[in-house]
């Protein structure tokens, strides 16, 4: 039986810790809590193995005001990072630090950066035609961002530079208000991947196939659409409403990079209804993230489903969730690929406030720990609706280097950063 001075004792040094947390306040608060519950983990368990933040998050935009609703965030081959929001550009370099900021109206919707730190913008713009102010998705190109005077290098328009529209329909038409470029993704060889979403058009009208990937050349020519994406029809071939396009051609900068020019494709199952301008909710499609692998022929380049993640996804050995699982996210908003070895395929999705971490075979995880009994990937996804330092509100964008992941935690209006806590070691 505990001594009555004891009992007096403690609650003596009760009083005193409360005391202190209310004169120096407490050091418990949410963020603390979940940090610290990571480092309860036994070093021995596989759950070891996670995303941990590092603070501090960014919060304030490089013009000096706080980050609003941030749609993407590019860490580029030039080691600053480049963030959109609903304000314009804002560039950083790698600690945080504001080295520029490019308004833009209404602001950027996604960013990427080419070999040659040419920045390239998806945002929207007005222009007067025929009497009529139109406002029409484009792509602007910034040339000289981070020697302080950047320059619009080129502006990719659409209608006007989609060559598939010189001859049937040059000039915009209603439906056009109501397109948007939705990402951008570099090839080896500096030219860019474009993906377009827009309403399907109504039966009896000519054909525009608005939902698709297109390619432009390094000095913003269209050089086709890819075509052989069904934009109606959902399939492992498909362009169905896409919101983002990435490529396996990401920083750090090296002399030479694969030549191939295969893409991921992100696509939603939103349907706009063109005649009374309403969008469905969106619900999972079979396959809303795909693997296209571009393949040069005799007759040209093939566009091809990626079958080998599609034959891992039913091998249940080799990990215990894939990329290709049926249904496996419901609103897919951003994905990028680490080029630093790993090939750690990275998505964030919408609906359900989370970031998904893929090997570049398409499974869930990261290779396990040495010593480890199991062979599969752990499993290092992580996320759910709030604004802990591990949770996300509509997290719209993510990139990758040096093993530092950045997310555009939009409805957070951060720009969040996690590495895995075995790179400490």
Not at 24 to 47: C, H, Y
Not at 278 to 291: D, Q, T
Not at 329 to 351: E, K, L, W
Request: glycine share 8%; with cysteine; hydrophobic share 35%.
């Amino acid at each position: 039986m505990m001594h009555r001075a004891t009992y007096g004792l403690l609650a003596l040094l009760v009083l005193l810790l409360a005391g202190c947390d209310s004169l120096m306040g407490s050091k418990q608060d949410d963020v603390t809590d979940e940090i610290f519950e990571a480092g309860r983990n036994d070093p021995e368990l596989l759950n070891e193995v996670e995303y941990v933040p590092l603070f501090p998050f960014y919060e304030t935009g490089a013009d000096g005001l706080a980050l609003d609703e941030p749609q993407d965030v590019y860490a580029g081959f030039d080691e600053f990072l480049y963030v959109v929001d609903r304000r314009g550009l804002h560039v950083f370099d790698l600690s945080g630090r504001a080295a520029n900021f490019v308004p833009i109206d209404g602001g950027g919707t996604s960013v990427v950066q080419d070999r040659l730190f040419r920045v390239y913008v998806t945002a929207r713009r007005d222009t007067l035609l025929n009497g009529r102010n139109w406002d029409l998705p484009v792509v602007m190109r910034y040339d000289n961002i981070t020697t302080g005077s950047p320059t619009v290098g080129d502006i990719i328009w659409h209608p006007f530079d989609d060559d598939s529209r010189k001859f049937n329909a040059p000039d915009p038409i209603e439906t056009d208000e109501r397109v948007s470029f939705t990402g951008v993704g570099v090839i080896h060889d500096n030219h860019i991947y474009v993906s377009r979403r827009g309403p399907v058009n109504p039966r009896g009208t000519f054909i525009l196939p608005h939902n698709t990937i297109m390619e432009f050349d390094e000095n913003g020519v269209n050089l086709q659409s890819i075509i052989t994406l069904h934009p109606t029809r959902e399939s492992l071939r498909s362009s169905l409403f896409p919101t983002d396009v990435a490529t396996y051609v990401h920083p750090p900068q090296r002399s030479f990079f694969p030549q191939d020019r295969h893409f991921i494709l992100l696509q939603s199952s939103a349907l706009d209804d063109v005649v009374s301008g309403s969008v469905a909710p969106a619900s999972s499609l079979r396959y809303s993230v795909i693997s296209v692998r571009v393949v040069p022929t005799s007759d040209g380049l093939e566009y091809q489903p990626d079958t080998d993640k599609l034959r891992i996804a039913s091998n249940p050995e080799r990990g215990d969730a894939f990329l290709y699982d049926e249904f496996r996210f419901t609103n897919p908003t951003d994905v990028t690929v680490a080029a630093d070895g790993s090939n750690f395929i990275f998505v964030t999705d919408g609906a359900s406030d989370s970031l998904y971490v893929f090997t570049g075979q398409g499974v869930e995880g990261v290779t396990p720990p040495p010593g480890s009994t199991s062979t599969k990937p752990v499993i290092v996804s992580f996320g759910g609706t709030g604004d802990g330092a591990l949770q996300f509100r509509t997290p719209q964008g993510v990139s990758t280097y040096r093993r530092i992941v950045y997310v555009a935690d939009s409805g957070n209006n951060r720009i969040g950063r996690f590495r895995l806590n075995t790179d400490f070691e």
